[in-house]
């Protein structure tokens, strides 16, 4: 997904902060429309780091290649399952979701992974719910609009914008540690900084380097309120509507992790969710220490 | 010599009417930008007057402005001074009465014989079955018949000629402007053509523009010759001929009458053709 | 219609002569057949060779035997999201419903700004701006418009084709050949039956140099448009292998597109064959 | 180089003839310029009342004053990734550069096969899967294979530009007449010779035909590529604003791509003007 | 009659050497694949020598095959059968030495008259100052200085063949074929370009094969006259014409040998016309 994405806040917020300066770092940050092609680049050797889901990590490890998540942005996916205000009077829960289409960014997402537990968690059978991958941003809206999917799973600024609309509503929350709990049944680490094991290898200087600045950002956030984010981000991210943007920012403020710390049990649950759905990791053996380390957030101040 | 009058055609046009000149261009200049950016005038205070019915032929030095004039009456140019009228109107575009053999080939290279010849009654919204015939039917007139249904790319240069003449002949235009028809025909198929065409017109009373190289030709075929000077062109001279009509083209040219009207023509011009070439050699060398 | 020749001392009849040019032309058939195979085959073989010695990665760039392997799976097993063949015909039917759109759309177009010079001066400068526009922009704003369905694809695969299709009739209808179009007029024809009869004819080789090329585009961007949202269709297997990391999927599926392209061009060659036969062959073509 | 014509009864001179022709000219100019402005304020006029009206919704389809008003913030406080020229100047460069690579080889590569029947024979299905190939994926293989800097960019208007004017060259190249063709050999041209004096000349309606219509494809392969993955550029401004549910950013980014593409278009019609000058006006334009 | 030797030209082609033939024709055939599929004939058996230095002139019926034999001597098609010899090797592409005005229309349209007529200089690597000189002294022997910077569409037919000359003549060709060049031209100027070609042909030495329908120019300017058959095109008679040279075009009608010349070969060739035209005719209608 794109850099304007709040669930990805904190990388452009580190740079307009000036912390990649102040920790000697030349930093440049470059958009990617997908995360997938984050990843192929960061393989590829194009890019060193990405931001992007944890959840490529491991699915990345089930075809050979190691990478690893230095500093944890989030402890919650920052995903929330809109339902259609026409459907929501008797859509109360998944469950009764059963006969729908469910709108997804795009097949084999981390969106398709999550709305596909949350499915089963609600004892959905796979042929009892069709995906229909419509992408982000005004597609989702139009999808809505167009009563082509019942409900769907997005990010802001999606949410804030049909909540405002009153075009859909809230069915299930993840944008907080608490409700994802309660959803997912465990922390469900999301954003987050990686990099090529075999870099972090040579690197670790700079490594530590990027960890403190994220660091530093994520303590920021803990303690500014919305507004105060909002003020330091350019100006292009809330040309549309700002009031929206910081009241979408204020709402899921909770989702960033305070020190860059992977939550306790959060790989195990991005684990069980994926090998529930991917095809790629059903039948292989992951080894989820290998795909983060908190050796670095640890020695940041 | 009573068959052969000398005269300066000034006849101004009639008015508009039944009796009104198929053709007439009264003081008409036509000139053209060259690349250097400089008006060249092709045609001066240019006047013609065709009859109904009367067959005018144009002769003169290659380069002086036959193929321009025929193109002004066909309404395809405009004068950029004068006027051009048909049967009495000022030609404002293309007239249906007018059939035009060009100089240069404007065959539709993708149809066939058949299908070019039969383009004009189609165009014309004659039903198909009936162009069709109309079309063999001249195809084999010019002697092609073998060659319906080739492409005009694998015609000789004489049998593309003849496609032309078929598909212009096909429509009876009441008027008929040739543009050197027959230069490229041998001299017996040129005989065979020019009997055909006396025969046209003689049939449907045309009036008709020819415009040839071949003085003999010319005198063979007209009721007038036009003879235009080089250079920007004006009419030098008219000659009627009055031979005999109908007249057969294979007889013609041993005939004694037409001998001395060729002559005649011939020590008229010869004065004209000397300055002419003079002048082009001036500015040749 | 070719000329049929042969350098011989011997006068050769008429069947001779037809059986030698007859054999001559199998034997170049095969020629570049072959050199068609050898080329397929060297460079297959030297990607396989590549992605075994590791050169170059098949996590990035798959390998013959895991794209061929993945065809296998997809004909036997069906994809993800049915059958192979589904995926195909609908993506081949927004392609061929966005060509055919387009294609005419772009020739009426490019025929009446090419005949009428003041429409031409007006539109031409609209029509210039269209074009710059982001294909990628227009599909989010086309599924906006007609939704997640057909149509956007369709209209997609338009706004490839359009373009190419008008750009070459305008400039075909301007090129034809002034002398033809006058010896029409005189002969009698309307405006009507010389756009039909002098101008098509004469601007069809450009029409159909621009249709060659724009079927690959109608494939396109029918594909485009799977990408940005779709339940079926070649461009979401595309996507989907993308999303799992998937690059023998994604190469598969472009073979796919390949294959269905080919077929697609074959008939309009075959058409193009039926319309230009009236064409002379170029002397240094002559055998 | 047009032919001067004036209905007239008194005879003019030549400067009479100039000065009508200079003022019927202008006349013309001056029609075509209105007509232009007044469908555009109609278009505007139409869409703002439309959006005020609520008939169509501003979210979706912004509105020409949000439009106006975001480029003029854009000009004055400059975007989020810096000043707005300098957008322009990036996605520019890859543009011209994808294009002059594109259009130098697709003439280049259509002249070749358009001259040699045999490699014409072989090669030209290989092009064809080439074009079949959806941009997008292949926007993707660039970015792995070129990194993310601008030759990717590149490559992707590269391979925009080339199937259009490879296309048009090729086909150009058999349209070429062949008694010229044979004058030019007889005359004493070396095959090279002939394909620079009579091939690409008469060609050279074709590929100036298919330059007009690639460059905005140039245009929209380097703003794709932009689109996956870009520091700068005003692809990467559309995906921002996109994201941000910013339709006027959306919009006022592609209009700003429509006035880059007419800049070049105006270049390029200067350039064809020059190169065509040799052509007879249609008997039908003659005035 | 000791001017005139009828005799059908049956020497078998020379070895290959100093004295052989500029242009040899052996039994050569072409045919055609016609829009029905079936082949036609357009050359059958055909021999022709001419020698170095010699100047023929060939003439027969429209469509009977001229054009296809200039066509067969450049290389430019090949002979379905039979041999085709320049300057005693077999034909295998187009012969630098070889010169060919074209029937119909080959300029460079976008060309001026000056770089038209430069080309052939200039493809043959002369350099640029120098093929100017020449083109402009070219130009003005065929009278066009003025339209140097003319585009061939700003010219008229005449002028545009005469462009045509120019481009072909200046390379001084070793071997000059010429396919009615001059038949778009009026008397003058006609008159003016035949004594042009003579005085080339008679300083360079070239042989000359010449297409021409008419008969009298035929023998006014040949030293052999072809005269083919209709239908496919096989050589009816060869005939030598020794009228003494040099010759001036414009005396030489009037010259007393030469009309009789003309008059045998009318009368030779009448009854062979009548067969030609009854045979068109009868597969006309
Ligand atoms: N489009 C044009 N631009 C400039 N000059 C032109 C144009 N068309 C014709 N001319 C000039 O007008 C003059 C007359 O040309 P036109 O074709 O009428 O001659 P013509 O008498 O038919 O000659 P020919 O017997 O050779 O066919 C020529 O000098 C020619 O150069
Ligand atoms: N490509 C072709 N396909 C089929 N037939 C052809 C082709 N080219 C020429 N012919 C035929 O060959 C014959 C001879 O043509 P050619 O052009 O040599 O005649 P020509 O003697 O030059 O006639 P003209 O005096 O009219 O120019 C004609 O009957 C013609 O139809
Ligand atoms: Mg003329
Ligand atoms: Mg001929």
């Known amino acids: ?301 | 010599m009573p068959l052969l009058t000398p005269s300066r055609d000034v006849q101004r046009p009639a008015a508009a009417g039944a009796a009104a000149p198929a053709i007439e261009l009264v003081n008409v200049s036509r000139r053209f930008v060259t690349p250097e950016g400089k008006a060249m005038t092709a045609l001066r205070d240019f006047d013609m007057v065709v009859g109904q019915g009367e067959f005018a032929c144009v002769v003169g030095p290659t380069g002086c402005g036959k193929s321009t004039t025929l193109n002004l009456v066909t309404g395809l140019a405009r004068p950029s001074a004068g006027e051009v009228r048909v049967m009495g109107q000022p030609v404002g575009g293309v007239d249906p009465g007018v059939g035009f053999v060009f100089q240069t080939d404007a065959l539709f290279p993708w149809r066939s014989v058949l299908d070019n010849v039969a383009a004009g009654p189609l165009y014309r919204g004659v039903p198909r079955k009936e162009a069709y015939e109309k079309a063999r039917d001249w195809i084999a007139r010019v002697h092609l018949a073998k060659f319906e249904q080739h492409y005009p790319h694998q015609l000789s240069g004489g049998m593309r000629k003849r496609v032309a003449l078929a598909q212009t002949f096909i429509n009876e235009p009441k008027i008929l402007l040739m543009d050197e028809p027959f230069s490229a025909l041998d001299v017996q198929t040129r005989t065979l053509m020019q009997d055909e065409l006396l025969a046209l017109w003689s049939g449907t009373g045309a009036s008709v523009v020819f415009v040839t190289h071949d003085l003999e030709e010319a005198v063979a075929l007209a009721d007038k010759v036009y003879v235009l000077t080089a250079g920007p062109a004006t009419v030098k001279t008219v000659f009627n001929v009055d031979l005999p009509r109908p007249r057969v083209m294979s007889e013609i040219r041993y005939d004694q009458h037409f001998v001395e009207v060729c002559k005649v023509i011939w020590d008229a011009l010869r004065e004209e053709v000397q300055i002419g070439q003079q002048r082009t050699m001036d500015s040749g060398h | 219609m070719t000329d049929m020749t042969m350098p011989s001392r011997a006068v050769p009849s008429s069947e001779d002569i037809e059986t030698a040019a007859r054999a001559a032309l199998a034997r170049r058939k095969r020629l570049v057949v072959g050199l068609r195979v050898g080329i397929l085959v060297a460079v297959l073989a030297g990607w396989e060779i590549s992605t075994r010695l590791e050169w170059i990665d098949p996590f990035f760039f798959a390998s013959p035997s895991g794209i061929f392997s993945q065809i296998a799976i997809w004909i036997t097993d069906g994809t993800s999201q049915g059958p192979l063949w589904e995926q195909v015909l609908v993506t081949l039917e927004e392609t061929v419903l966005g060509f055919l759109i387009g294609a005419v759309g772009g020739v009426a177009c490019g025929i009446l700004l090419g005949r009428n010079k003041l429409l031409a001066d007006v539109f031409s400068i609209y029509i210039k701006i269209a074009n710059s526009v982001p294909r990628v922009v227009l599909g989010s704003i086309f599924i906006i418009a007609f939704g997640l369905g057909m149509a956007s694809k369709v209209a997609l695969a338009v706004v490839m084709v359009f373009f190419v299709v008008f750009a070459n009739a305008f400039q075909g209808v301007r090129e034809a050949d002034r002398a033809m179009i006058a010896n029409a007029q005189i002969l009698g024809a309307s405006p009507v039956q010389i756009t039909r009869t002098v101008i098509i004819p004469s601007a069809m080789s450009w029409i159909l140099a621009s249709l060659h090329v724009s079927f690959g585009f109608a494939l396109v961007g029918a594909v485009v448009g799977e990408f940005l949202g779709a339940k079926k269709g070649i461009g979401l297997l595309i996507s989907t292998a993308q999303g799992a990391f998937n690059a023998n999927g994604v190469f598969a599926a472009m073979i796919i597109l390949a294959v269905v392209a080919l077929v697609v061009e074959f008939a309009i060659t075959w058409v193009e064959n039926h319309l230009v036969r009236w064409k002379p062959t170029p002397f240094h073509e002559q055998t």
Not at chain 1, 104 to 114: K, N
Not at chain 1, 189 to 197: L, W
Not at chain 1, 249 to 260: N, R, S, V
Not at chain 1, 275 to 295: E, M, R, S
Request: aromatic fraction near 8%; proline fraction near 4%.
């Open chain 1, 1 to 301: 997904g794109g850099m304007e994405k709040q669930i990805y806040l904190p990388a452009v917020l580190t740079e307009r902060l000036g912390y990649f300066k102040d920790e000697g770092l030349d930093v440049e940050l470059i958009n990617s429309r997908a995360g997938v092609e984050a990843e192929n680049e960061l393989l590829a050797g194009a890019v060193q780091g990405v931001v992007g889901f944890y959840d490529h990590t491991i699915d990345l490890q089930s075809k050979g290649k190691y990478i690893e998540s230095i500093v944890q942005f989030s402890q919650a996916p920052g995903e929330v399952e809109l339902v259609s205000t026409k459907q929501a009077a008797n859509t109360k829960s998944f469950a009764d979701l059963k006969g729908k289409t469910l709108g997804v960014t795009g097949l084999g997402s981390s969106t398709d992974f999550l709305t596909q537990y949350l499915c089963q968690r609600a004892g959905l059978k796979a042929g009892d719910y069709t995906l229909l991958p419509v992408g982000a941003g005004n597609t989702f809206v139009a999808a809505v609009k167009q009563d082509q999917i019942a409900a769907g799973m997005t990010t802001e600024p999606t949410i804030g914008r049909m909540l405002k609309t009153g075009e859909a509503s809230i069915l299930v929350d993840m944008r907080t540690p608490e409700a994802t709990e309660a959803a997912l049944g465990g922390p469900y680490p999301a954003a987050s900084f990686y990099v090529q094991s075999s870099w972090l290898a040579k690197h670790r200087d700079d490594a530590t380097k990027l960890a403190n600045a994220f660091v530093r950002t994520l303590r920021f956030i803990a303690t500014h309120s919305a507004e105060e984010i909002a003020e330091k981000m350019p100006a292009d991210y809330y040309q549309g509507d700002k009031a929206l943007y910081v009241k979408g920012l204020a709402e899921g403020k909770a989702q960033f992790t305070p020190d860059g710390r992977m939550p306790k049990n959060g790989p195990e649950t991005v684990l069980k969710v994926l090998a529930a759905f991917n095809k790629n990791i059903q039948g292989k053996p992951v080894d989820l220490a290998k795909t983060y380390t908190t050796d670095f957030v640890d020695a940041s101040r």
